[in-house]
């Protein structure tokens, strides 16, 4: 990812919608999909490139991506293990719950992996459409498309 910070955005016809992202020192700051692009982005960037190519249909899991989280430790150790989610593949909740590191399927823990994956700064890198009971902090109708896109 490149080095300086910026805005990329480019439309796309399958989703509905822009995909938008925001980057700082070759981390990945937030993902979002307005209807609108924020008038400062370019439609050029690798992982634009990348995540066209998978809107397209190309297999990427994007854990290679550097995401900057500024999240609560728990909240973090949750989005970590929702990358583990391989593409094409789903969890429930409760399963998310148990293979996050230091977390039981309780109900406080699974409280705790909803509130995550609501405050995921960067949905489709942290695929938390993979979660099929969980919310995501992608738009319905753009968490759906992700969903049909991988058969899940």
Do not use: C, W
């Not at 700051?29 to 990348?50: N, Q």
């Not at 991506?65 to 989610?85: F, G, H, K």
């Not at 489709?124 to 993979?130: G, K, N, T």
């Amino acid at each position: 990812m490149e080095e300086e910070a910026g805005i990329a955005a480019r439309e796309s016809p399958f989703l509905g919608r822009t995909v938008q992202l925001g980057y700082a020192a070759g981390k990945v700051l937030r993902v979002s999909f307005p209807t609108e692009p924020d008038d400062e982005a370019s439609p050029d960037h690798p992982l634009l490139d990348r995540i066209f190519a998978y809107l397209e249909g190309e297999t990427d899991d994007f854990r290679d991506v550097s995401v900057a989280l500024t999240l609560p430790t728990d909240q973090r150790s949750v989005l970590e293990a929702v990358r583990q989610v391989g593409y094409g593949e789903d969890v429930d909740v409760a399963a998310l719950t148990r293979a996050t590191p230091g977390m039981d399927a309780d109900d406080e823990d699974q409280r705790l992996v909803r509130e995550a994956l609501a405050a995921n700064p960067a949905p489709l890198v942290i695929p938390d459409h993979r979660v099929r009971d969980g919310p995501s902090a992608a738009p319905p109708e753009v968490e759906q498309r992700l969903r049909s896109l991988e058969e899940l």
